[in-house]
């Protein structure tokens, strides 16, 4: 999680420099991104669980 971090920074610090209003509504369009896609994990394992306890 940690190793990509450095580079996002960077890449939002540089962009933010001209337009620093445009750097807080791709910050929050990454966040919104990165919660659906856990959100997603979440529930593709719960019914990967749920499906194997049905096997069984």
Same mark, same amino acid.
């Given at each position: 999680?940690?190793?990509?971090?450095?580079?996002?920074?960077?890449?939002?610090?540089? /962009?933010?420099?001209?337009?620093?209003? *445009?750097?807080?509504?791709?910050?929050? &369009?990454? %966040?919104?991104?990165?919660?659906?896609? /856990?959100?997603?994990?979440?529930?593709? *394992?719960?019914?990967?669980?749920?499906? &194997?306890? %049905?096997?069984?």
């Amino acid at each position: 999680r940690g190793s990509h971090t450095p580079a996002l920074i960077a890449a939002l610090w540089s /962009r933010s420099q001209p337009l620093p209003e *445009k750097a807080a509504p791709c910050r929050s &369009l990454c %966040v919104r991104t990165n919660v659906t896609l /856990r959100i997603l994990h979440i529930e593709t *394992k719960l019914r990967m669980r749920l499906r &194997l306890s %049905v096997d069984l």
